[in-house]
């Protein structure tokens, strides 16, 4: 059995997991049902993982106030793992090994989450990964709650084409997140006979941009496809208005997780597009205060994100299943999961897939306009087809059925 595993590693794993992790004792106790909140409060990714942090917190702050899971209040371990994938592998040993977390969220970027995926596969940890990101993981513990590429992109860049011609060129973070997604845009332009007219893969650090704006204007593309992503990379937004470039962008990363829209001056986001699952200028569809909520929670928050909602509802989501399988015990939990779930979230009632621990999203396109306002529009609900219906020759990943530690990629399936 799992937690059986797991104690009889406790003795020996912890005292490897390192004197530099002593004093990240976060705000639990091993005195009950405990789980981990690994999300950077610090270093580049803190930007997003800040709110993804409060939200997590906050749903448990909520549920215990309502009396616990089980009757159990459940306790918090949340040291800051700073943007560092290294501290991150320290820490997720740390989670399962000493707390014995019933329940991780941990990590914004996919490289974070690939750097801990080995841990989690070693020691069957239930994991929540609530990023948006590029898709095709198929892990038997791993629930990517996120919308994937083919969701966000699949409503945004077909939008793009429609509103503005299909001429593509693509920019994108330089590595696995930002590659696979490029791919995607790739996949879609194929489906629809649209023109990649330019690619190009950015590393993480870098913060010029001009030569990019220039090979982008000199090919004058109908509009531009950004999976940049980070801090770093936000720099591009404020050249590209200094250098009065008026090509719209659709994009997956912006806006719905680091707010520009509110961060920088009018014009520098107009006429940019993001295919979202959410943003918090949708408020909360089931009518229940959840922006009020966290602001009233965390008064100096700088934006609820598409993934702090993510966060929250994947939160009750686990409780949930807690309480329907009537143990905390990991194994229990997970086949109630891999039944399917409805869930109630402020972007509107989803669903968990079973067989693919993947959601159906609600999705929108949220344009900002030359004032940074936003408006929605070509909602749909989009299900995880390519790891239901497209992989494996069509038979899909059914975790329910076989188990699985992989990850899918669009080069798996079409020619990318």
Not at 78 to 100: A, V
Not at 355 to 383: C, L, P, W, Y
């Amino acid at each position: 059995m799992r937690n059986a595993s797991r104690r009889s590693l406790l003795a020996a794993g912890a005292s490897g997991i390192g004197a530099a992790l002593a004093g990240c004792t976060g705000s639990g106790s091993s005195n009950g049902p405990t789980v981990g909140i690994l999300e950077d409060r610090s270093g580049n990714f803190q930007l997003n993982g800040t709110s993804k942090w409060q939200a997590t917190r906050l749903a448990i702050e909520e549920i215990n106030e309502d009396g616990g899971i089980l009757g159990e209040e459940i306790q918090i371990e949340d040291p800051d793992p700073q943007s560092d994938n290294e501290r991150y592998q320290e820490l997720t040993e740390q989670m399962i090994l000493e707390h014995e977390v019933d329940a991780l969220w941990a990590g914004y970027s996919s490289a974070t989450r690939e750097a801990i995926r080995p841990i989690i596969n070693d020691y069957d940890q239930l994991y929540f990964y609530t990023t948006q990101y590029e898709g095709g993981v198929c892990d038997n513990t791993i629930f990517p709650v996120g919308a994937t590429a083919r969701q966000q992109l699949g409503v945004v860049t077909p939008y793009m084409a429609e509103e503005y011609g299909e001429d593509i060129y693509i920019i994108a973070a330089d590595y696995n997140f930002g590659q696979l997604s490029g791919d995607w845009v790739n996949v879609i332009a194929q489906e629809n006979d649209y023109n990649i007219v330019g690619e190009e893969y950015i590393p993480l650090n870098e913060t010029d941009f001009s030569s990019v704006i220039n090979r982008i204007q000199s090919e004058d593309p109908d509009f531009i496809m950004s999976m940049l992503v980070g801090a770093n990379h936000e720099n591009f937004y404020d050249q590209r208005d200094a250098n009065d470039m008026l090509i719209p962008i659709g994009t997956s990363t912006t806006m719905a997780q680091g707010h520009e829209h509110i961060r920088y001056e009018p014009d520098a986001l107009t006429d940019v597009y993001a295919g979202v699952s959410y943003m918090e200028e949708l408020g909360d569809e089931r009518g229940e205060g959840f922006v009020e909520d966290f602001y009233d929670r965390w008064p100096d928050a700088n934006y609820l994100n598409q993934e702090a909602q993510n966060n929250y509802f994947s939160v009750y989501m686990w409780r949930d299943a807690v309480e329907e399988a009537g143990t905390f015990d990991q194994e229990e939990v997970i086949s109630v999961l891999e039944e399917g779930m409805e869930v109630a979230a402020p972007s509107g009632n989803i669903e968990l897939d079973g067989a693919t621990h993947h959601m159906t999203h609600k999705m929108r396109v949220a344009h900002a306009d030359e004032n940074h306002d936003i408006s929605f529009d070509g909602e749909q609900f989009i299900e995880p087809t390519f790891l239901r219906e497209e992989v494996e020759g069509g038979e899909g990943c059914d975790l329910r059925e076989e188990s699985k530690q992989t990850q899918y990629e669009p080069g798996d399936v079409y020619d990318v």
